[in-house]
């Protein structure tokens, strides 16, 4: 090799070893950070009944991420299309090693007797230490509802058209706080949530 030739090997080795180090900073560097969600609200202290027939409420949720959503049995509308969103997220978080459970509140308690959400629970595969499904008086699930997760929650007669709930699942933290809703019925949520 000549003499005169090996300044520029170098000089060429040096750019780029500086465009390979600018070019990965840079990528880093514009690469979105995640940012934390919002706090939007906290759930208040609730003690209902789980399909188990043993009382459930946010202190068996202590310490563990959560997804809630409301629901009712009977329902030929959007309930269907929500659990089956749950199930697959229940697959889902134990494919991703992900401790999160999942809690389903019926909307329609004087119907959905702990019998009757246990029968339910296991015609959608629900594992009972990770997928809850909770019964209570009927006030006192709208309030929960309304009040403690802002979703809309009424039963106005006897016909399942009259029973009105969101169809919102709500992401909650380890300290009861609610950080986000998602659309229980869209397409793509279990990707969405994963994230």
């Known amino acids: 090799m000549k003499e005169e030739t090996r300044p520029r090997l170098l000089w060429g080795m040096l750019l780029a070893a500086l465009v390979i ?8 560097w514009l690469q979105p950070k995640a940012v934390p969600l919002p706090v939007l609200a906290t759930v208040p202290d609730f003690s209902f009944t789980e399909r188990s027939g043993e009382p459930f409420g946010l202190q068996q949720l202590r ?4 997804l809630a ?31 999160v459970r999942l809690v389903s509140f019926t909307v329609d308690p004087e119907r959905d007797t702990p019998e009757v959400l246990r029968r339910f629970a296991e015609g959608y595969g629900a594992e009972r230490d990770k997928w809850f499904f909770i019964t209570g008086p009927g006030e006192q699930m709208q309030k929960l509802a309304k009040e ?3 979703l ?3 039963t106005g007669g006897d ?4 029973i009105i709930h969101s169809n919102r699942f ?21 990707q969405e949530i994963l994230q």
């Not at 180090?21 to 880093?28: D, E, M, W, Y």
């Not at 310490?63 to 959560?66: F, L, P, R, S, T």
């Not at 016909?159 to 009259?162: F, V, W």
């Not at 709500?170 to 279990?190: F, M």
């Open 21 to 28: 180090v600018f070019g990965i900073s840079a990528r880093n």
């Open 63 to 66: 310490g563990h991420i959560w």
């Open 69 to 99: 959503d409301f629901i009712f049995t009977n329902c030929a509308g959007t309930c269907p299309i929500m659990t089956t969103q749950m199930n697959e997220l229940q697959s889902a978080f134990a494919e991703a090693n992900l401790e």
């Open 148 to 150: 403690g997760f802002m």
């Open 152 to 154: 809309a929650a009424a």
């Open 159 to 162: 016909a399942d058209e009259a």
């Open 170 to 190: 709500v992401l909650v933290d380890r300290a009861g706080r609610i950080r986000k809703y998602y659309d229980g019925t869209a397409e793509g949520i279990n």
